[in-house]
């Protein structure tokens, strides 16, 4: 009978790391020197980091969906969300994020610098969000929908128009282009 008590205890320690839901809250000054509040809700068990940047009109959502492979933001200025592929190999596992802004907010602008992804969006709206999974489809419900393609190597030949930028924590910085955004939105 101890033995199966000390065995549940251990799992249980274990396991707590795993299944745990990680709340971190930064209030930081952003790029166009306004003050910005970002609060990133990391759920380990579902595979799911969802990030809310306050910041007025500037304000925006994100949710990166490991178990399904997408990361949709929605850009409330412009009434719209954007939905790409999550980049494993840009984007922190979901199970190292905590640790790595973690170590951002200690070093600071002496760390490492943030990695960047810029995204070209496509013009046509998507039509059924169900194939993004649950968490893309309750975000990006009822506001128009775009999916959007990693540029792999974005140069300023490439597109001279604006850009809808997030920057995550200081360790990840996306960057959503287009003339979808221009226009459409």
């Given at each position: 009978?101890?033995?199966?008590?000390?065995s549940?205890?251990?799992l249980?320690?274990?396991?707590a790391?795993v299944?745990?839901i990680?709340?971190?809250?930064?209030?930081?000054?952003?790029?166009?020197?306004?003050?910005?509040?970002q609060?990133?809700?990391?759920?380990?068990?579902?595979?799911?980091?969802?990030?809310?940047?306050?910041?007025?009109?500037?304000?925006w959502?994100t949710?990166?969906?490991?178990?399904?492979?997408?990361?949709?933001?929605?850009?409330?200025a412009?009434?719209?969300?954007?939905?790409?592929?999550?980049?494993k190999?840009?984007?922190?596992?979901?199970t190292?994020?905590?640790q790595?802004?973690?170590?951002?907010?200690?070093?600071g602008?002496q760390g490492?610098?943030?990695?960047?992804?810029?995204y070209?969006?496509?013009?046509?709206?998507?039509?059924?969000?169900?194939?993004y999974?649950?968490n893309?489809?309750?975000?990006c419900?009822?506001?128009?929908?775009?999916?959007a393609h990693?540029?792999?190597?974005?140069?300023?030949?490439?597109?001279s128009?604006?850009?809808?930028?997030?920057?995550?924590?200081?360790?990840?910085?996306i960057?959503?282009?287009?003339?979808?955004?221009d226009?459409?939105?």
């Amino acid at each position: 009978m101890k033995l199966i008590i000390l065995s549940v205890a251990l799992l249980g320690v274990f396991l707590a790391p795993v299944l745990a839901i990680d709340n971190i809250n930064v209030n930081n000054e952003d790029n166009r020197g306004g003050n910005s509040h970002q609060s990133v809700s990391i759920d380990n068990q579902k595979k799911v980091v969802n990030v809310d940047n306050n910041n007025g009109w500037h304000s925006w959502n994100t949710v990166w969906d490991y178990a399904t492979g997408y990361t949709a933001t929605r850009i409330f200025a412009k009434k719209a969300c954007v939905v790409a592929p999550l980049n494993k190999n840009i984007m922190p596992d979901v199970t190292v994020l905590p640790q790595a802004i973690k170590e951002k907010q200690k070093t600071g602008a002496q760390g490492p610098p943030s990695k960047q992804l810029t995204y070209t969006v496509s013009h046509n709206k998507i039509a059924d969000l169900s194939t993004y999974g649950k968490n893309i489809e309750n975000l990006c419900r009822g506001i128009p929908t775009y999916l959007a393609h990693e540029v792999k190597a974005p140069s300023f030949l490439y597109y001279s128009g604006s850009c809808f930028r997030t920057n995550i924590l200081c360790i990840l910085g996306i960057s959503f282009c287009g003339e979808t955004y221009d226009n459409n939105y």
